[in-house]
């Protein structure tokens, strides 16, 4: 049972779950809740459940539903200075366990799951199994207990480390834990019971009584739950493979793993950008109507072709990001030039998170003003305002990001055997920011030579 206490240690904002910080004791009764539940509601469930077998396993949704949709909440205990070895292994091997059998074990569960409801293959006439599907689901609650548990002496229960010694502690990291807590909750509460809720509909469709089973609206609603458990199934799959793989990563590995997701937005956005070169993303709007159908199609193609110079001096930003996360995180070809210190604590780690996030986040928001710059001319005078700011803090954000990133890395050579330029990571670090900096100014050179005139109507307007 977990006890708040007034000693209270909070993980770092970026790792909160949720904002919540709920005691937990109401997880640890929800056993005796769902065995005694009050006579009313009893009898009136009884009255709509199905009898037999399919009303054993809607029972079963409808608990393993109850009991995890709101489960592993933040809460907050006190910290211990000094860990024993011993304490510090359990924690250890319980977070092994979570990688090598708890979490393969639910992924089994749930394909065993969607076979018993004859979902595996789409057959034309399913024929769940709910006997098996309870079976199942029995096994099932027994697992996501045993993880719950798991998840919450390893990142809830104390004793906790104290942050001055989280340097030390490799896989037991703070921010190491505080995400296993986050992530976990995001496969059982947004993912697994969602679809538990999802066949439990499914299940009493499929036994209702009084329904044509040849009926074609009764087999389109049957098709689409069907599509929606296996599509549902499929993703949770792949978060569970996911979360498998991310526990067995190092603090450098887990970085680089949300720098490749960051990598492939800007792959998405430089996209966008060649559509607008070539003419062909989306379609560009005016919001005058009145005016002559002439001076319309006149004043289209002006705003179009001075967008098309815009997104062209766009373009080198969002390739020198594209690089810049792909140089941290490649994985493959040359051995990368360097490393993460092994030495940095949690809270550093989540203050250079913040700070690349920061980047991709102004990044993000140049592409959003020139999509709306090409799309029309409406409010341009601020947009073009708002871009020009914009570039300068994405310049800022990457002067920052480097800054704590040469602090934090080190040659993957410490012997300084290997003189190449190309492998002195803070020389490359200066080259890049020299390059974005141009880049940045091109963009605001192009903003004023091709909208400067909007930029002084604008500042006009509010005289």
Known sequence: MLEPVDDLVLPAESDTVEGEAVESEAEDDDESEDDGESGSETESSEDETPSGPSGVAIKAFSKLTRRYAF?????????????????????????????????????????????SLDLSEY???????????????????????????????????????????????KDLKIFRSNHLLWKTKDIIQNHLCEILSIC???????????????????????SNCRKEIVEMSATCKDLMDDLIEW???????????????????????????VEMNN??????E???????????????????????????????????GRIF?????????????????????????????????????????????????????????????????VTFQAWRCLQAALLTLAFHLQPSDPDGRNDDAHNNFKTWFLVLENQFRLAGSNLKD??????GEHEEEDESDRD
């Open 71 to 115: 489960s592993l909440n933040q809460v907050f205990c006190s910290s211990q200075t000094d860990l024993t070895i011993g304490e510090l292994e359990e924690k250890a091997e319980l977070v092994n366990g979570l990688r090598t059998r708890l979490l393969p074990s639910m992924r089994t569960q749930l394909s065993a799951l969607l076979q």
């Open 123 to 169: 057959p034309i006439h399913p024929c769940p199994n709910p006997e098996s599907t309870a079976e199942i689901l029995s096994a099932l609650g027994d697992l996501l207990k045993e993880t719950q548990d798991a998840v919450e002496e390893i990142a809830l229960e104390p004793p906790l480390p104290s942050a001055e010694h989280d340097h030390h502690l």
């Open 200 to 222: 439990d509909q499914y299940i009493v469709m499929w036994e209702a009584e009084g329904i044509d089973r040849e009926d074609s609206d009764h087999q389109a609603r049957l």
């Open 247 to 273: 526990i067995s990563l190092s603090d450098f590995g887990m970085l680089q793993k949300d720098w490749r997701v960051s990598s492939k937005k800007l792959d998405r956005l430089l996209a966008a950008l």
């Open 279 to 284: 003419g062909t993303f989306g379609k560009p």
């Open 286 to 320: 005016r919001g005058d109507t009145q005016t002559d159908g002439e001076d319309i199609r006149a004043a289209d193609e002006e705003n179009r072709a001075r967008s098309i110079q815009l997104a062209r001096s766009a373009m080198p930003i969002i390739k020198l």
């Open 325 to 389: 996360y792909d140089k941290l995180s490649k994985t493959t070809g040359k051995k990368i030039p360097f490393k993460l210190n092994a030495g940095i604590c949690s809270k550093e780690i989540d203050a250079l998170r913040n700070k690349m996030d920061s980047l991709d986040t102004q990044i993000d928001h140049i592409l959003g003003l020139v999509c709306a710059i090409y799309q029309t001319d409406e409010h341009i005078g601020s947009r073009i305002k708002s871009l020009k700011s």
């Open 446 to 451: 192009t903003v004023d030579s091709c909208f």
